[in-house]
Each structure stands twice: as structure tokens, then as C-alpha cells.
């Protein structure tokens, strides 16, 4: 019998809607091409929804997720104010408890990376950390910040980091700076080592956060699968996007116990809206990923090898690689080698 996933697409704002359609284009040319079929359901989020809504995460949308077997979210736009919405993508991690953020980062044929054969995924913590959200203003120029690290929340990103290593290179690496915070990244590295007594052929090593970010710059082709705590897995997630070529190529998946969202590591990029300009491959990969989490290993392979195949090519490159073509042009060229 023919499977049907329910998919709920959210476009979100700046460049988000071009990069969802063009994923949802490639999504639709493996679907002909498959043996399962994708009920698509757009829902609507992002900072557009705050005048009207009042939230950024209409209650409609919530629902269609809650009924939905995984969710495509486009890049959105946070509103920096105090008391404005919290993001839409901290949300969702929090309502569905999305604890691990899956960000892969590897060279691609013909992409200019620092050096070459660099194959590495961030594992990061998805819920807590300094994302809480918990600030408070003490008096007039006085803030504080509350980073919030439990043993239950780093235990579960630590275990489902080391069953990724367990698939891959089998080396871990864990990122803290527990020479500065002793309490919260002492929770986080006492929970990576328990975890690791279960997993005695992974190799595993650590890192301060400030060594992290030199590393990834000097030998990133070292890494296998890096896990660490909410923000410092958000700032070198960006930074191995860019060590590999660009933001226009990261894809991340925000994993619970019973489901998956997908989006690019980049966000909405607001002065680039409507301009066709951007790469949407990152949102494709995305893409990738969540045929993946689905069980649909050979669409996810087929969309993958049509992407390296058009970058091995060269003839269509976006500006972020260098070249000239449009988001529509780069999506086509997939499109056509699906
Ligand atoms: P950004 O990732 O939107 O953009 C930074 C720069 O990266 C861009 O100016 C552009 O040069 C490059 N870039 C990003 N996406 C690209 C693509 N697909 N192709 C080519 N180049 C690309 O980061 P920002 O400027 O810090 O944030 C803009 C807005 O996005 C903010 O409101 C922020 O809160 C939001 N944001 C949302 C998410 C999310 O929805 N998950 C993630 C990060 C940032």
C-alpha cells in the first residue's frame, strides 16, 4: 500500500517562502518518481503573523503540526524587542521537545571549503542552555541571563550523539567551557561521560568553546560528531556551514521522541526577500533530511545525488558559490536530474 506523509510546510518570512517552494518543488519531483505520497498542509508563522495573530505561531498552525507526521519550516524572521514573540523555531523544539539539533557540514564537489574532505555533524542541545529565555533586568543596566543545563536534557543529546558517531567516523567530540562554568558544563560533561561507558568503541574527546572555533578553522577535517550545549552548538554550526563553503548549504534537523522538524541552518536573510537570489539548497537538504527521519532512504539519496551532481557540474552556481544563477535556476537544474 501506497504511504502517505502528512507534511506541514511553514514558508515563514524574508527569504523564506522561495526557499520552501523550491523545496517543495524537489520534493514533488521525487514523490512522482516514489512509492509514498506527501500530504502537504501550509500553515502559517513567522513575524507577518504577529499583527494579526498576536503570535508568531498561530494556534492553526500548532494544530496542523500536532496532527502531521513532520514539519518543513522556512527561515523567520525574530522580532528583537523585549516582550516580542520568542522564536518560532525555539517554540517548536520546546512544545515538541525537539532535544537534538542535527547539523551536518561537509564539503560538496566544487565548493570552495578551507580544506577539503570535511565531514562533521553538530549535535546540538535543542531545549535549554542559554535559549531558555529567562533574562531578567535587575535594576537599569544590570541584566542577567539564566543558562539553564539539567542532567536529563544533556544525558539524551549525549546519547543520541554518540549512536550518530556509532553510524559514522566513531569519534566524538563534546564542547564546554567548564574551566569557566563549573556547575552547568559540569552537568553537561558528567552526563557525556556516563553515556560514553555505554559506547567503549567511540573514541571521544573535548574542547573548550573557544578552542572549538580556532579547531574548526585549523584542522575541521579532524571532526566527526561534535556535541555541545544550546548556543555554542548555534555559533559553530554557523561557523562549519561556512568553513565548508556557505550558509546556503547547511541543512539541520531538530529531532524528539516522536517528531521531527527540518529547516537551513541560515535565517531569513530579510535583505536578500524576493530577489531570487539565495541558494535554496540548504532548505532542500533540509528536505533531505526529513525523507530521511521519514524512512524514505532512497528519495533522500535520489534529491542528495542530484544536488552533488548539479554542484559537480558547476554550469549553475548561486552567488554564495561564486556564480550567477538565480535560486529558481539551481532548483530547476535538481528538479531536471531528479
Ligand atoms: P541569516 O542567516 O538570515 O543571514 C546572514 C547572511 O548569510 C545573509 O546576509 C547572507 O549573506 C547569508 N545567507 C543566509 N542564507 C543564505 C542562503 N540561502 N544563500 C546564500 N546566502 C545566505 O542571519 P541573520 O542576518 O543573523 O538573521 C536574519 C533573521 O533571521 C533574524 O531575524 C534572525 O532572528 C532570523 N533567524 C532565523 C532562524 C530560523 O528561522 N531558524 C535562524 C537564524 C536566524
Redesign the pocket.
Known sequence: MTKTYTIVALK?D???PE?TEATIKVLEAVEKKSNFKLDILYGEAG?HCIPQYGTNLPQETLELIKNSNACL????????EAGAPV???VTLRRIFNLYANVRPCRTYPNVNSIKPNIDLVVVRENTEGLYSGAEALLTPGVGIALRIITKEASLKVAEFAFKLAMQRKKHLTYIHKGNILRITDGIFKDAVKEIQTKYPEVEVDDLHIDAATMQLIKQPEKYDVMVTTNLFGDIIS?EAAQVTG???LAA?ANIGENYGMF??????????TNMN???????IMAGVMMLDYLGEKTAAKIIENAILNVLEEGKVR???LGGQAK?TEITDAIVAKI
Open positions: 515563514g524574508g527569504i523564506g526557499v513575524a519550516k522556512g527561515p523567520m524572521t525574530t522580532p528583537e522564536s518560532v523555531a554557523d556557505s550558509l546556503g539541520g529547516e537551513p541552518v541560515h535565517g531569513s536573510a530579510p535583505k536578500y537570489r539565495v541558494n535554496p539548497i540548504a532548505t548561486t552567488h554564495d535560486g
